[in-house]
């Protein structure tokens, strides 16, 4: 009796475990089940990315005139295209270069747009006038356009790519950044920062960036949606990847032509393009629920 | 809230499918109502847009297939590319080839209500001969000496040197009525005057061109009341039109949508062998295509049938000599077959036993970018690394014509096709292989330089005796396929749909449209 009694007690004695942000988040995110499960779609995608060209079952660049535009089949599960290349092989292996692209757009214009944001929030006066004056003449363009404006001047290829998608990206980043930081500023452990001498920099990166995050990561998410759009635009434009390369957007571009007749050709970029797409949406909503304050206690 | 919103939205979309349903409704009325009628009218969707309706001044297949149907020449070319007499009764050469006697059809009157007869002849003449601004396309008439009226309905005219295309250029030069030439010249390429069977009505850029018959016409026939031709570049939408019955023929049907035409009984799928050649110029002025063996190798790396399957969807024939099947004078040399080994071992020969990287040039269109990157997964079999640098046409044109010396040029291969009229085969051969012909002059983009093959084109060009033609037309071929100056890929065949209801519309081999006896069944 003694013995279970005391078991009992040693139950109740052990402490609750430490408050971290960190847990907290994964917690709240796991109760998001769709953006949950989402992102769990995205980490295969990353995995794909790594390890794509080792499992594709063909060889992507290698045609089969003999077995062209076939449809889904237990050989090739998702079909051949105009040249007889496995189309799964492809998307497997254009998958590093779909994330590679969209990814690395979205964080080179996410780091430029922090910056300018913060400096523009912090500092105020004709820099705040100048950098979002700027960026209003940048809002202007149609975001598409000017990538294809960009593009057209540096020339085609994917790195030209990743500029342009990066370059129409900064504007948006440095607008939320700016307004968040103008928010943060107001706070008063930024005032004793400042009352304690600390440097601009230090105040900056140190006490108002943090502020800053939860909004950028949520904004990161929906982004780069948008930035794998606007890459296989280009793409499909011909203005994006060589059209060997099994990139997404080059792939519907090429099989355009078969969507009367063979349209699993331009079906199976176009759904993975698609799904990719709603995924990263889906993590960016749940994120938001999960990490905005204005939202985050109802 | 959401709810709300929904449901508002379901009753957008439910307006929108109203007023999509109405709007169709109306038009197939429309259409039904005009081909029952006595107004009939047929549409003909082509892929391009016209450039001008100048018949003097015209380079490309679809302006020349509008102005055929309004306008008539001396001369003309029936359903396989032979040269027959239109407005001209007959003709005669003389054995040296220097003067042709035309004896012209009587009776004949212009749109205008002007004759028909020597004079007109004269001053259509005339103005290619001496209009600056027609220079590109007087090729054969800057050679013209005199133009003598031996009465009102016979015109002899003699030039300074023999010309082998003369007849085929006589068949292209259309007459125009010489009253506009005289006081309405600035008109010509907006809205011109002939003596076809069909004369001009209105032409809004970009979108339509109206031909209505000529009830005034000298040759007898039925025919339909109205044409209207549609520029509609997307492959889709062309096909879409002819289904629909929107319109009646299109020009050109995409390959990859014959099967699905084919099952349609509404719909008649034509096909012709053409006179476009298929092909890529490699620059042989550079290394290392200056090689011979370096050229072969690519010729035997590259699978013909292969390439028809797949680029052309198995329409087309190999292109076994420097100029198509059709052509006059065309003689069958030995194909590359494709044989890996051997190319590998040419390679070798060259020194270039582990492969180089090269770069293929082309416009934008999607075959172009098909069949380059067919060329690419080819030439890669012999260990040869292709880059393809898609341009758009004009920059693409820039880049290669803009070269003023060989030197210059930065062009490596051209993934390219070229026609011209079966009848010449002046057209098919000196503007391509003869060292005269180098850009900015020509399109020897290969830049070919063959002093024996020079010679033999000269030879041919400046005698009448056709026998001998033939043989130095021989001889050519032979030479220059060897030196394969090109990868000799396919001969095209052309497609074309129309509805079951129509008939007398047929596409040329060089890929004009003949609308001369268009009716409704």
């Known amino acids: ?298 | 809230m959401r709810k709300v919103n929904s449901w508002k939205m379901l009753f957008f979309a439910l307006v929108c499918s109203i007023l999509l349903v109405g709007c169709s409704d109306e038009k197939s009325a429309n259409s039904e109502k005009g081909q029952t009628g006595k107004e009939k009218e047929i549409v003909i969707a082509v892929n391009e847009n016209f450039i001008s309706m100048d018949p003097h001044n015209t380079g490309d297949t679809n302006s020349n297939s509008v102005q055929s149907a309004m306008l008539e020449g001396l001369l003309g070319f029936d359903k396989d590319g032979k040269i027959i007499p239109v407005l001209a009764e007959e003709y005669s050469v003389s054995e040296d080839a220097l003067e042709f006697t035309f004896k012209l059809n009587q009776g004949i009157k212009f749109h205008d209500g002007e004759d028909f007869n020597a004079e007109a002849v004269k001053t259509n003449v005339e103005r290619i001969m001496n209009d600056e601004s027609l220079r590109l396309n007087s090729r054969g008439f800057n050679l013209i000496t005199s133009i003598d009226i031996l009465g009102d309905y016979e015109i002899k005219i003699t030039i300074e040197k023999p010309y082998g295309a003369m007849l085929t250029r006589f068949g292209s030069a259309k007459m125009i009525s010489p009253k506009l030439i005289k006081e309405n010249s600035s008109d010509i390429p907006k809205s011109p005057v002939g003596t076809g069977p069909f004369k001009f009505v209105e032409w809004v850029q970009g979108d339509h061109l109206t031909i209505e018959r000529f009830d005034d016409y000298w040759k007898k026939g039925e025919r339909v009341k109205k044409i209207t031709y549609k520029p509609v570049p997307e492959n889709g939408s062309r096909v879409a039109m002819l289904k629909t019955g929107e319109a009646s023929v299109i020009y050109p049907l995409p390959a990859q949508n014959l099967e699905e035409l084919e099952a349609n009984k509404d719909v008649v799928v034509s096909k012709i062998p053409s006179t476009i050649a298929r092909y890529v110029s490699i620059n042989t002025m550079k290394e290392p295509f200056n090689d011979v063996r370096v050229r072969q190798a690519f010729n035997y790396a590259v699978d013909k049938d292969a390439f028809i399957n797949v680029v052309n969807s198995g329409f087309g024939l190999p292109l076994d000599s420097i100029i198509p099947s059709k052509t006059i004078y065309y003689a069958k040399q030995d194909v590359y077959e494709q044989n890996i080994e051997k190319a590998k071992e040419l390679l070798k020969e060259a020194g270039f036993e582990n492969g180089f990287t090269a770069e293929i040039w082309g416009n934008t269109n999607s075959d172009t970018m098909k069949g380059m990157q067919f060329i690419q997964q080819q030439l890669k079999e012999i260990g040869v690394t292709v880059e393809i640098k898609s341009m758009e046409e004009g920059t693409l044109s820039d880049e290669i014509y803009g070269a003023q010396t060989p030197e210059d040029s930065k062009l490596q291969m051209w993934y390219v096709s070229w026609s011209a009229y079966a009848s010449d085969i002046t057209n098919a051969t000196k503007p391509l292989f003869h060292s005269e012909s180098f850009p900015p002059n020509g399109s020897n983009t290969a830049y070919y330089n063959n002093a024996e093959v020079d010679e033999w084109m000269d030879a041919a060009n400046s005698t009448g005796d056709t026998s001998k033609q033939a043989e130095l037309y021989e001889k050519i071929q032979s030479a220059v396929y060897k030196d394969s100056p090109w990868i000799f890929l396919g001969v095209d065949e052309l497609l074309y749909g129309s509805r079951s209801d129509i008939e007398g519309i047929y596409v040329e081999t060089g890929g004009g449209i003949n609308v001369n006896d268009a009716n409704f069944k």
């Open chain 1, 1 to 298: 009796m003694e013995f279970t009694s005391t078991v009992r007690e040693k139950k109740h004695v052990v402490p609750k475990k430490k408050y971290s942000p960190v847990r907290e988040f994964w917690v709240n995110f796991r109760r998001q089940k769709t953006a949950f499960f989402a992102s769990m779609f995205i980490l295969l995608l990353i995995i794909i990315a790594f390890v794509g060209p080792s499992i594709a079952p063909y060889d992507p660049y290698q045609p089969d005139y003999d077995a062209t535009l076939q449809g889904p089949s237990s050989e090739h599960v998702l079909g051949t295209d105009e040249y007889g290349r496995d189309i799964f092989s492809r998307i497997l292996v254009g998958t590093r270069i779909t994330l590679s692209v969209s990814m690395s757009s979205v964080l080179i214009g996410a780091v430029v747009g922090t910056v300018l944001g913060i400096m523009s929030g912090y500092f105020g006066g004709w820099l705040d006038r100048i950098i979002m004056r700027s960026s209003d003449v940048m809002f202007a363009f149609p975001d598409l356009l000017l990538a294809i404006a960009i593009v057209a001047i540096l020339g085609p290829g994917l790195n030209n790519v990743i500029i342009a998608v990066s370059v129409f990206s900064v504007p948006s980043f440095a607008r939320l950044v700016r307004s968040s930081t103008l928010e943060a500023k107001e706070n008063t452990f930024v005032e004793a920062a400042k009352s304690m001498g600390a440097p601009h920099k230090r105040i900056m990166f140190k006490h108002i960036f943090p502020e800053t995050v939860s909004g950028l990561i949520v904004f990161v998410t929906m982004r780069i949606g948008g930035a794998i759009i606007a890459a296989s635009s280009l793409s499909f434009l011909g203005l994006g990847a060589s059209p060997e390369t099994p990139d997404w957007g080059a792939m519907l571009s090429m099989g355009r032509d078969y969507l009367g007749t063979a349209s699993h050709v331009v079906m199976m970029p176009g759904i993975a393009i698609f799904l990719t797409v709603l995924a990263f949406n889906l993590i960016g909503d749940g994120l938001r629920d999960v990490l905005d304050p204005k939202t985050k206690n109802e």
